[in-house]
């Protein structure tokens, strides 16, 4: 019986040739399904693809968490010892950083410097070396932000002013490295030498620093910040990449909720299409519903067969938009079509990414709009009876 069901439910879509109107009024519900899928799994791969590369690149250009003073510690290798017994703390080093003036022979532009130590650190540069090494000379070597070398028209092996400290005073670096992040507010201003360096031209040879922590679970920061804050001194601040990003990612995830809650809409619209279909499938099919009634099928039968017809017309464009949706993503992630503005985005293309977690999210939620636009059209089906419906044949 359940075959025979699913035959009839079939049958009731219409064919090409045969039943025109009914199948344009399918084939309509069908596209408009697959358009909203499609457009759905658009929205969330490209703001997937924004905070991701954001997140993956702020945290590149930063610590998972920094422990700072005001604004540098004077004890920073003992509290770094203490904080060795946390073992969701993957990685330590010591920082210092200050805003300062960088000048070329040709032009002169602002920015930050910041002398770094430790292995954790110098691997996470080599992450993002871009040209030249890792290489810090007993004084003088420095590294530049990509964007930073090219207002300064320098490159590797130049040599630059810096002009900074308190008193403010000119030194001289030799490039020896280009590091690119990705986000260009960092790419453009930022400087990187030794950290015994900086504290002995810019700190008056002061031993001050901060400290710069990776963890084994960045969204875990929150809580080990609280572990770290039973360790470390009073006046010592805590900060997370998540706090010092908080109002970015927030306004990514405000926007990425309206956008959903749009395209939401877009799917309710195509579900009224499959209702309106299958009104107009009871209405232009009482003769055919009428037969199977005096043939024996009972009202469950009849409503259920709306459901299938209701249920197929979903599936097909629930399919047709995942595979739509699929084959354009798959396009803009493998050639990058679409350029973005770099000093605006902080990307130059535009990125994609979705999670397996959305795509089932998408499909429950094709299921159940479906479904519940089924449910009256079904409903009049069922409660036709024989004689009403055969009364004019």
């Keep these: ?3 025979c069901l699913f035959f009839l439910a079939r049958r009731f879509i219409g064919r090409r040739h045969q039943e025109s ?31 991701n590369d954001l997140k993956r690149k702020i945290i590149g250009a930063n610590p998972h968490i920094i422990i700072d003073g005001d604004p540098y510690l004077t004890n ?21 950083q200050m805003q300062v003036i960088y000048k070329s022979s040709y032009y002169m532009i602002g920015g930050f410097l910041r002398g770094v130590q430790g292995d954790s650190e110098i691997i996470n540069l080599k992450k993002f070396l871009k040209q030249g090494k890792i290489d810090f000379p007993d004084s003088g070597g420095i590294i530049l932000g990509s964007e930073l070398a090219k207002e300064l028209e320098v490159s590797v092996g130049d040599t630059i002013s810096v002009i900074g400290g308190l008193p403010p005073q000119q030194f001289l670096f030799t ?20 950290l015994q360096d900086f504290q002995k031209k810019f700190l008056s040879g002061r031993h001050l620093a901060g400290i710069g922590l990776t963890v084994n679970d960045i969204y875990r920061c929150e809580q080990i910040a609280e572990k770290i804050k039973n360790i470390v001194p009073v ?4 900060s997370t990449w998540i706090r010092r990003n908080k109002i970015l990612f927030a306004a990514l995830a405000l926007e990425k909720k309206a956008m959903m809650l749009i395209l939401t809409i877009i799917m309710l619209v195509a579900s009224f299409n499959i209702a309106s279909s299958l009104m107009m499938t009871v209405y232009r099919k009482i003769r055919e519903i009428g037969v199977l009634r005096a043939l024996g099928l009972t009202r469950t039968q009849i409503r259920t067969v709306f459901l299938i017809q209701g249920m197929l017309l979903g599936i097909r ?13 798959w396009i803009l992630k493998r050639y990058n079509i679409i350029h973005l503005p770099e000093y605006i985005y902080s990307i130059s293309y535009l990125p994609v990414e979705i999670s397996w977690v959305e795509i089932v999210s998408i499909c429950v939620a094709v299921f159940i709009t479906t479904l519940a636009a089924s449910i009256f059209p079904a409903y009049r089906a069922g409660n036709l009876e024989p004689a009403t419906a055969l009364r004019y044949e």
């Design 1 to 3: 019986m359940n075959k």
């Design 21 to 51: 109107f009914i199948y344009f009024t399918s084939f309509v519900s069908v596209v408009g399904i697959a358009l909203g899928v499609a457009s759905l799994m658009l929205v969330l791969g490209i703001m997937n693809g924004f905070s």
């Design 76 to 96: 920073y290798e003992k509290i770094s010892e203490d904080l060795k017994t946390i073992p969701e703390i993957t990685g330590i080093s010591y920082f210092a």
């Design 175 to 194: 490039v020896t490295g280009i590091v690119e992040y990705g986000v260009y507010n960092i790419d453009v201003s930022i400087g990187i030498t030794s």
């Design 235 to 238: 006046e010592a601040k805590v």
């Design 317 to 329: 464009g629930l399919v047709s938009g995942l595979i739509l949706g699929g084959i354009i993503m």
